[in-house]
């Protein structure tokens, strides 16, 4: 073997040992919650199966850690996407506040129309897991239920902008105030500074 090949190798190696020593904090909760998702909704069986699935590792407190997941770059990359998204989505943390960004409706609503534009899973968590591939009548179950629960917590939480759409109705005879002079609604704690209606990611491919 040349000299300069024998020179990067070593260079190489010792860059990789010397990445060991910085290994990244583990993920905690990254929203506030109340409970899980089951607490707080009807999650039929074969759509949590679905879930735990092809969603669970990065959005949920129940993360399965590979081997790889403990080896410099790669645990980084893992670290910072599985913060990343339980910061959008955790099912094992779930808020049921309507003001609080990420709100519930929006929460089920990106799931299913995420999955059905090929971006959740990732392509590089389904190359890694190829168990997490989803089939059509797999995306099917989820979005239906996804669209069923949408439904039911607009239902629950008309007035909520975000998830009606529209303002909350003006009382009857009453003339609708200045919007300037309009009051801000109160928010909850937030993780994050996203977007009105869209979080900054989950990851970014969510604004799509």
Known sequence: MPRAWRIALLGASGLLVGMQMFPPATPGAQLPGDGTIADHLAVPADVDALLRRACYDCHSQETRWPWYSRIAPVSWYIAHDVRHG????????????????????????????????????????????????L????????????????????????????????????????????????????????????RRGAPSSWPRRWER
């Open 86 to 133: 339980r910061s959008n989505l955790d099912f094992s943390s779930w808020s049921t506040d309507p003001d609080l960004e990420p709100t519930p409706v929006q929460r089920v609503s990106w799931m299913c129309r995420d999955i059905r534009r090929g971006l959740m899973p990732p392509e590089l968590y389904r190359l890694a897991h190829p168990e997490a591939r």
């Open 135 to 194: 089939t059509g009548d797999e995306e099917g179950a989820i979005c239906t239920w996804s669209d069923e629960t949408r439904r039911h917590l607009e239902a629950v939480s008309p007035t909520d902008p975000i998830s009606s759409g529209a303002p909350a109705p003006v009382g009857a005879g009453t003339a609708p105030p200045d919007a300037r002079s309009r009051p801000r609604r109160a928010r909850g704690p937030q993780r994050r500074s996203p």
